[in-house]
Nanobody
């Protein structure tokens, strides 16, 4: 049974930083691309960033380029999202997801497995 468990969310002031973690268990191999998505109240879930299976390729939505960094440690089955210079508009539930494909994508329907999410709230 595949499980993705996020942690690291919380309340932070604008300009602050948070580091999210996503621990995966039950995946048959580490050759999954991993993505982070977020969903703000009343809005659709949106793509934030993705990383390929060995960390050699990353993909960011324009809103977070230069502020967020995705990374992974396959030995720990963990994906990280370092978020700096946070803005109130970054407030959302952040979820990680696993995609068996080799090409990074922002299409949420390509991701087979999802975590429950962790709340990030940025105050102004």
């Amino acid at each position: 049974q595949v499980q993705l468990v996020e942690s690291g969310g919380g309340l932070v002031q604008a300009g602050g930083s948070l580091r999210l973690s996503c621990v995966a268990s039950g995946l048959t191999s580490s050759r999954y691309s991993m993505g982070w998505f977020r969903q703000a109240p009343g809005k659709e879930r949106e793509f934030v960033t993705a990383i390929n299976w060995n960390g050699g390729s990353t993909y960011y939505t324009d809103d977070v380029k230069g502020r967020f960094t995705i990374s992974r440690d396959n030995a720990k089955n963990t994906v990280y999202l370092q978020m700096n210079s946070l803005k109130p508009e970054d407030t959302a539930v952040y979820s990680c997801a696993a995609d068996p494909g080799m090409v990074l994508t922002k299409n949420r329907y390509r991701y087979n497995y999802w975590g429950q999410g962790t709340q990030v709230t940025v105050s102004s």
